[in-house]
């Protein structure tokens, strides 16, 4: 494959030379050999993969790279980057060691004195070892490529340009291509929403690093503008393709630097402009022509919607002042039409209700679009003053918008706009003083998103095929208006300021020692306030649609506690220290501490209202049962068999009486161990905790929550309205109390709703504990690495636990402590505190854990061979205790509320529902005849777990608890659950001299699997402890990934 000259540069993919001798530590370079300089560079290349081993791994800065090795003692190691201009300096000391650290990753010289000059190849964020003493007599022509790195306690992999521009792709999202790193998942749900996670992990859990940025999403979790509107994922891309140089993938012992994940950690590092003018262009198309018909679309019989989609770009970077300055801008735009289906839920064929329904509604079902679009830009300049300086500044921004939610039972007049915007930059400056690097960044960042929409009532229609059964109903379709899907709004903006400092001249060690600040604003905003915005529900039955509706929820704010929507200064400290030192040339440690601290006002400062602290301080609402003595703390403070008692004091705060964890140390440290020292059979592992953020978004409740009513539930008499308050059918049912009203016209216009006096149990009260922690993982690792000729190989043990996510739980309680009624139900209890709804308590009850064996095989391409391949093999032991049935937060959703049990120990960990239990992925490339390129990978694995919550049989108490519910566990019949084969040929031409031109065809899916997503795995009448029917998946899909698909790309490199 050519590597054109626009998007690569001068980065090497010529034939690689290496040493194959064993090293003399003291024996240095004697013969010299004038004129001859650029043979000798020819056939003395080196690099990561084909070098002798060196004295042990420096871990590199960043996502810079090390260069590190041995010469003659007290030589000066010089390192230039032709292209660009770059030059370092180091001195050996006595024994020969030399390290130069704080080096892009690139094509580099290194030269320490005659007869020792030749080319090798940095990756971003590793350590390339040389043998610089090496005779030129020994070097022979080995033909092998840039090869993984073996000398890290890292369980890691990078994946290079090659891989990014060779592979089939379904979106621009660079972060596609981790999913061929074992461990790693990037997963596309049937609405073309994307997101990645590490292990078996939550989403929120990973972090990217982009040239030393935290790019962590503070608000929602994860990477930021990623969450999306329902914190399920994003169509769009992080940050622009075309300016990725490379980056790579850790999946547990990251080094102490980084902060702000408990899961999987990508360092990537951006394309910098070179000495020479060169720039790309490219164009994507593909429609509903270019696709096979989803299964959805074939159970709906309506054809397939027009959904044309676009994706284009422009490069270009080049020399301000020759080997000084240099720019690079790129900009990349994203039209889609994320096709989608809207039909009933259930499995319910459309023309069995479409009869049923006015004509205006049912036309609403089949083929419909959430139509996307997404500008990203990046621009940076480099300015290297002197040798010993390099300052950049760099400049991101992504503004999205989409309609967001037609899809199954929502229609597109009932979706909402949602907004998306990230604008960031970066000022750095390194500077390198014999043997001392300093690194200084300056940082910006304003990232919004929201959902907005002409405010307009949503009508949610539910069947009822059984008469006189109002508990077996299914959603058939929700039209008019977004509803209560409107009024969220995240903000982060603020700056930060970091620096690093590296000690590469102390003998055997390289100390690092590094701190942080940002002070950030965060903004969480609940949802509407506009009675515009309600939410109607109508009952359908054989008879057509009753004539009224049997519920309406509209937002009401609860005045003089709060407001749903908060602002709050954080502030985030960091530090770290880190010792990597090379004991000998076979044992390297890796010796690191980090403590991270957060202070968020809105937490810590927070009053708990009056009326709620009164309310805890007196008697139930409901009297009788509820003692006129007894007040509710004591109530709550009561042990019930199965319902231990609450202190909630715990959870009262006076505004004084918080302060943010101070004890998050972090130990990082690890080892690698080479058997032969030369870098070809090597252990490694190591141990590391480290401590993630926890989510805005929740830290605010007690305020946003507190400070509405939730939506309340209002009833009106009808055959099939199901009161969660009482009995509501007839007219002689009508009661406030109850939430029960007879049904006016009127209340289809906002002054009906506004003359409806909100009962108070409509109102949610939610508490925080006063003792929260921030979310951890505590990584275990033990590995070996090996590599035989081209080939590099490793199997990894890894045995990760997260702890202390945030889970919401309920706080109420019967008049005798108890958590369930005689009938094992907890609902009831809604209510028993005065003036206020729920109660909901939140507290540090999350786990997961897994397992997990790793398994990578890759062979690296090169020019020469002309092929490469990788094959990822990734084996979970994986549970959680978080088992919230469809809305389980592993399978992509928002949801932390477990309400089905006592206390959130109660729930069991369960095997996971995040990962499959096996999951191989393999990828290749090859060269082909006349200037063609084949790439494909493949992806299977086996089905996934599924959690649900079960009732009792007959309603009776049988989860140990007294409750008639409990939760279970059940994996998806068969043996292979996801299949997926993508191909892409690609023709070079020669245009002109230097212009490339590209013709490529991917097709994705090949053979048009159909990848039904587990979450919609359908349970039929299923009782716990009873015999299930055999869990399946829905047939009329959701499916997750695409159909089979063909992209067309067009490219232009000069």
């Known amino acids: 494959m050519s590597d054109g000259p626009g998007r690569h540069g001068t980065r090497l993919s010529e034939t690689q030379v290496s040493a194959t001798h064993d090293f003399d530590e003291g024996e240095h370079m004697k013969k010299q050999f004038k004129g001859r300089r650029s043979l000798i560079a020819s056939f003395v290349a ?129 972060l596609e291509f981790a999913s061929r790193v074992p461990g790693v998942q990037f997963n596309i749900d049937g609405s073309g929403n994307s997101q990645m996670r590490g292990g078996a992990q939550l989403y929120s859990n990973v972090n990217v690093y982009i040239d030393g940025v935290s790019q962590k999403d503070y608000v929602n979790g994860g990477i930021s503008g990623q969450s999306g509107p329902g914190q399920s994922g994003d169509p769009g891309n992080p940050f622009p393709q075309l300016a990725i140089e490379e980056y790579k993938v850790v999946t547990s012992n990251y080094k102490a630097e980084f902060g702000e994940a408990a899961s999987a950690v990508i360092l990537a590092q951006t394309r910098s402009g070179t000495n020479h003018f060169e720039g790309e262009a490219f164009s994507t198309f593909t429609n509903q022509s270019l696709r096979a018909a989803t299964p959805a679309e074939l159970a709906a019989n309506k054809g397939k919607a027009s959904a044309p989609s676009w994706e284009y770009g422009l490069a270009e970077g080049g020399p301000i002042i020759p080997d000084k300055a240099h720019f690079f801008l790129t900009y990349e735009r994203k039209t889609l039409s994320l096709q989608n289906v809207v039909l009933p839920g259930g499995g319910i064929d459309p023309a069995t209700v479409t009869p049923l329904l006015p004509p205006d509604v049912a036309s609403q079902f089949g083929a419909t679009t959430n139509p996307f679009t997404e ?143 940002q002070s950030i604003d965060l903004i969480s905003a609940a949802g509407t306030l506009d009675l515009r915005d309600a939410v109607y529900f109508e009952a359908v039955s054989s008879a057509g649609v009753y004539a009224n509706p049997y519920e309406v929820q509209f937002p009401v704010s609860f005045p003089g506690v709060g407001a749903p929507r908060v602002d709050s200064k954080d502030k985030q400290f960091g530090v770290y220290f880190q010792d990597d030192w090379a004991v000998n040339r076979n044992l390297t440690l890796n010796l690191g501490v980090r403590w991270d601290y957060e202070k968020v006002p809105i937490w810590e400062d927070y009053q708990t209202p009056a009326s709620l602290v009164s309310a805890l301080n007196s008697p139930g609402a409901n009297q009788p049962p509820y003692s006129p003595t007894t007040t509710y703390a004591q109530l709550l403070a009561t042990s019930f068999p199965g319902s231990p008692g609450i202190d909630i004091h715990n959870y009262i705060s006076t505004g004084s009486n918080r302060s943010s964890p101070w004890n998050e140390v972090q130990p990082r440290v690890g080892f690698s161990y080479d058997i032969h020292a030369d870098q070809q059979y090597v252990v490694f592992g190591g141990f590391g905790r480290s401590y993630d953020r926890n989510l805005f978004a929740q830290l605010a409740y007690e305020t946003t929550k507190v400070g509405l009513y939730n939506n309340p539930q209002i009833y009106f008499p009808t055959p099939f309205t199901n009161d969660s308050f009482g009995v509501c059918h007839t007219a002689s049912d009508v009661n406030p109390a109850n939430h029960c009203y007879a049904w006016n016209p009127n209340y289809l216009t906002v002054a009906g709703l506004a003359s409806i006096g909100v009962s108070t149990s409509s109102h949610e009260a939610d508490m925080i504990n006063n003792h929260i922690r921030s979310p951890h993982s505590d990584q275990l690792s033990i590995g070996f690495r090996t590599r035989l000729a081209d080939w590099d190989a490793a199997i990894a043990f890894s045995d990760i636990k997260s702890y202390d996510a945030i889970i919401g739980h309920l706080g109420l309680r019967y008049a005798d402590g108890s958590y369930y009624s005689n009938q094992g139900a907890p609902w009831g209890a809604f209510g028993s505190l005065k003036g206020y709804g729920a109660l909901i308590l939140w507290d540090n009850a999350g786990i997961d854990k897994n397992q997990q064996v790793t398994l990578s095989l890759d062979k690296p391409y090169t020019k020469a061979s002309g092929w490469g391949v990788s094959a990822a093999y990734t084996f979970s032991n994986a549970y959680q205790n978080n088992v919230a049935g469809p809305n389980d937060p592993y399978a992509g959703n928002p949801n932390a509320y477990l309400f089905d049990l006592p206390s959130p120990y109660d729930y069991p960990a369960l095997p996971s529902t995040a990962v499959p239990k096996h999951r191989l992925v393999l990828t290749a490339s090859h060269d082909l005849p006349w200037g063609f390129l084949l790439g494909g990978k493949f992806e299977m694995a086996t089905p996934r777990y599924v959690d649900k919550i079960l009732g009792c049989p007959g309603g009776s108490a049988c989860n140990g608890l007294g409750g008639n519910a409990a939760p279970i566990n059940v994996r998806i019949p068969g043996r292979i659950a996801y299949r997926d084969l993508d191909l892409d040929v690609s023709k070079h031409f020669t245009i002109f001299q230097d212009v490339q031109a590209t013709a490529r065809f991917d097709v994705l899916n090949v053979f048009d699997f159909h990848n039904y997503d587990p979450n919609n795995a359908v349970f039929t009448n299923p009782v716990y402890g009873q015999p299930l029917v055999p869990l399946h998946y829905n047939s009329q899909g959701p499916i997750v990934g695409f159909p089979r698909t063909l992209r067309l790309t067009a490219e232009l490199k000069w």
């Open 46 to 174: 080196s690099t990561l993969a084909s070098t002798a081993a060196g004295p042990g791994m420096v871990w590199a800065q960043s996502t810079d790279a090390t260069l590190a090795g041995y010469t003659t003692p007290g030589a000066t190691v010089t390192v230039h980057n032709p292209a660009t201009g770059l030059t370092r300096h180091g001195v050996a000391a006595g024994d020969g060691h030399f390290v130069i650290a704080g080096l892009p990753a690139g094509d580099y010289t290194v030269d320490a004195g005659p007869g020792t000059e030749q080319p090798v190849t940095l990756q971003v964020a590793t350590t390339t070892q040389l043998d610089l003493s090496t005779k030129l007599a020994e070097v022979t022509v080995t033909g092998s490529a840039i090869h993984q790195e073996t000398m890290t306690s890292e369980v890691a992999q990078v994946v290079s340009l090659h891989d990014i521009d060779a592979l089939p792709q379904y979106t621009r999202n660079f």
């Open 375 to 517: 500008d990203l830009g990046f621009g940076k300049v480099d300015f290297e003053p002197t040798d010993t300086d390099r300052m950049e500044l760099s400049a991101k921004i992504r503004l999205e918008h989409s309609l967001q939610g037609a899809a199954n039972q929502t229609a597109a007049s009932a979706a909402a706009h949602y907004k998306n915007d990230d604008v960031r930059w970066n000022l750095r400056w390194v500077h390198d003083w014999q043997g001392l690097v300093n690194q200084v960044m300056l940082t910006h960042q304003n990232t919004t998103s929201n959902t907005n929409a002409s405010p307009s009532p949503q009508f949610d229609y539910f069947y009822y095929p059984i008469a006189g059964n109002t508990s077996v109903t299914q959603p058939i379709i929700n039209v008019g208006g977004p509803g209560a899907g409107v009024g969220f709004r995240y903000e982060q903006s603020g700056y930060g300021i970091q620096d690093d400092l590296t000690f590469s001249n102390i003998h055997d060690h390289t100390l690092k020692v590094g701190a942080r600040f």
